[in-house]
């Protein structure tokens, strides 16, 4: 878990609250379904060729879905990517969270 690791406990408390609300079948794995909406709300367009990229880098145990060890490796990642601005990540996540 080294992304985990790398990660503040309030991060890590959005992340869970970001996965459960985008693990809508409660499985507790983000399916390539499930991953859309959450590509969506960072502004991304969630092309199927896109998802199954995200899949394949980010599903380290390859089971064709992410846990939340591998959806805070995804996050992490995307916050990285997504500097010099990382607050925006914070911002989408709590537009996309209306309920
Ligand atoms: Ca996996």
Do not use: W
Not at 19 to 27: G, H, I, P, V, Y
Not at 37 to 63: C, H, Q
């Amino acid at each position: 878990m080294a992304a985990a690791a790398k990660t503040t406990g309030k991060q890590m408390k959005l992340y869970k609250k970001c996965f459960a609300m985008l693990d809508t079948s409660e499985d507790g794995f983000i399916s390539p379904a499930e991953l859309g909406p959450a590509l969506a709300a960072l502004s991304i367009d969630p092309t199927p060729g896109l998802i199954k990229d995200t899949i394949r880098v980010f599903d380290v145990d390859e089971n064709g879905k992410l846990d939340f060890d591998e959806f805070v490796t995804f996050m992490t990642h995307m916050k990285e990517v997504m500097s010099p601005e990382p607050r925006f990540l914070m911002e989408a996540f709590k537009s996309f969270d209306k309920s």
